[in-house]
């Protein structure tokens, strides 16, 4: 008999670790963690997301570093869900799964011309510069000189920030070499981030608002009376503003005051615009825009609302940055809308069955509550889902008094010839990123291809 509950999480990032480390907190439960991840390298979006110019953000790595050493803990790099293994073999091989898969597409605006050569998401953006094996063969046409980036929040910040970057000092970082070489040709010279509501609205963090304040190579514009609010915003800016909004009010005022100094790009904010349409031929030449202005609703929230005012700008690069999306997941219930697999505290639910809770099947991360919130948002996250499953195995436990002895997945991976990779793995090429960048001056030069990687696994093993 198995006295450990074997649990698989599928997915390797924030939510993931979090997860296995909660599992691992635990005195009174002997647990036993696999990990699944379809890329050779684990860490999800803090390797593929988190801008490469916010190398401290990436140190979180070391906690999830230390939780893969527990003895308890198994990693299984380029093994994918749906298509290597399927929910049917991780229910005959755990006792209980836990998908912490993220939202890996991205919302679109809805707009003619979208899917015009040179309208892009932030999404394949940001996956490209951070090296990501499906993102980097993807092309962005850097020689236009104008681009807009449609929202405003944290991934709108970044996109703008590393456009307006100069190039040399990006180049001391780990953003992908193929990336770097792209952005030392750039002709952009003006970069616009559009807001469909005000500056209260924003939904950007002061921290990387700041940054903006430090461009050497940009100066940053905002139009004139933008700042000035309207009178239900100054009332909830005033009342009701958490100390967030208010700093962002403070470094925009900031921004606003400062005159532009001929600097070689500009980065200008433009609140209260929505995108109509997206023209050209063949590619984004140009963007009509409506101007917006803002309604209280029943709930309070003040929403854009269109007036009669448009402007159509000279344009050559979009980048839709309006948030994150889930995918759905083969066999397992997934909410469009919202862009989620529907869940109760974590615990998965079937709307089919008259929202019946599946029993051994959870989530955590932005596949639980959706693309919102920081890395460490998931550490709670994943420490609720947890405790529910707990309480289900401690049930289970009660009436059955024993857990049930599952296979090893390792033998069904072997008999499909599924080429996996292990934590032990990931750290040589993790050791084999980190020297080729010493060289350099930088944190690690990325492997971006996963043909390279396993090629250096075998190498190194
Ligand atoms: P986000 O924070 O949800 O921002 C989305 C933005 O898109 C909002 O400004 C939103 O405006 C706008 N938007 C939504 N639908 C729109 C539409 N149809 N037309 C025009 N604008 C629209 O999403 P995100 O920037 O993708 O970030 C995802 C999460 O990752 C966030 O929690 C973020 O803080 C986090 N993140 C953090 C960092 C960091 O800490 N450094 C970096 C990157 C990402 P409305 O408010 O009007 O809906």
């Known amino acids: 008999m198995n006295s450990f509950w074997k649990i698989a999480v599928i997915g390797s990032g ?38 490469p110019d916010h190398q401290k953000i990436k140190s979180v790595t070391k906690i999830y570093s230390r939780i893969a050493e527990n003895e308890n803990f198994r990693f299984f790099g380029n093994v994918e869900f749906g298509r290597d293994i399927k929910q049917s073999d991780l229910l005959e091989h755990y006792d209980a799964v836990i998908y912490t898969v993220g939202s890996p ?78 952005l030392r040709k750039s002709q952009l010279e003006d970069i616009w981030l559009v807001g469909r509501r005000g500056p209260l609205q924003a939904a950007f963090s002061p921290v990387e608002l700041r940054e903006f304040l430090e461009l050497p190579e940009a100066d940053v514009m905002i139009e004139e009376n933008a700042l000035e609010l309207d009178a239900e915003s100054q009332h909830i800016l005033e009342t009701i503003s958490g100390k967030d909004t208010k700093k962002n009010i403070e470094i925009l005022k900031q921004m606003s005051a400062m005159a532009a100094s001929g600097k070689k790009r500009k980065v200008h904010f433009l609140f209260l615009a929505s995108p109509l349409e997206i023209s050209g031929d063949g590619k984004v030449e140009k963007i009509r825009m409506v101007r917006n202005q803002l309604v209280k609703k029943e709930d309070g929230s003040l929403r854009p609302q269109a007036t009669d005012k448009i402007v159509e700008e000279d344009a050559g690069l979009v980048f839709r940055s309006i948030g994150y999306h889930g995918k759905p997941l083969a066999d397992l219930p997934f909410d469009q809308k919202s862009g989620t697999i529907p869940n109760e505290f974590g615990q998965v639910k079937d709307p089919e069955n008259g929202n019946l809770l599946r029993n051994r099947e959870y989530v955590a991360g932005w596949i639980k509550r959706g693309p919102s919130g920081v890395i460490g948002t998931n550490k709670q996250d994943a420490v609720e889902t947890v405790h529910r499953m707990l309480e289900t195995f401690l049930k289970e436990k009660m009436e059955s008094g024993k857990n049930v002895s599952n296979p090893d997945i390792v033998l069904l991976l072997e008999k499909r010839k599924v080429e996996f990779v292990s934590f032990a793995d990931w750290k040589l090429l993790d050791a084999h990123e980190i020297e080729a960048g010493q060289k350099q001056g930088r944190p690690r030069v990325k492997l971006t291809s996963t043909a390279e990687m396993l090629e250096i696994f075998c190498q190194k093993r």
């Open 14 to 51: 924030p939510a993931g670790f979090y997860a296995a480390g909660e599992l691992f907190r635990q005195q009174s439960w002997d647990i036993k963690v696999d990990m699944f991840e379809r890329l050779p390298t684990p860490f999800g979006l803090v390797r593929g997301g988190v801008a």
């Open 105 to 182: 597409a991205d919302r679109a605006l809805g707009i003619p011309g979208e899917d015009l050569s040179g309208s892009h998401s932030a999404t394949e953006f940001v996956a490209w510069y951070n090296g990501h094996p499906d993102f980097r063969e993807h092309k962005f046409d850097l020689s236009v000189k104008y681009a807009f980036v449609i929202g405003m929040g944290n991934v709108a910040l970044d996109v703008a920030r590393i456009l307006a970057k100069n190039p040399e000092e990006l180049a001391e970082t780990d953003i992908a070499d193929y990336a770097l070489k792209t």
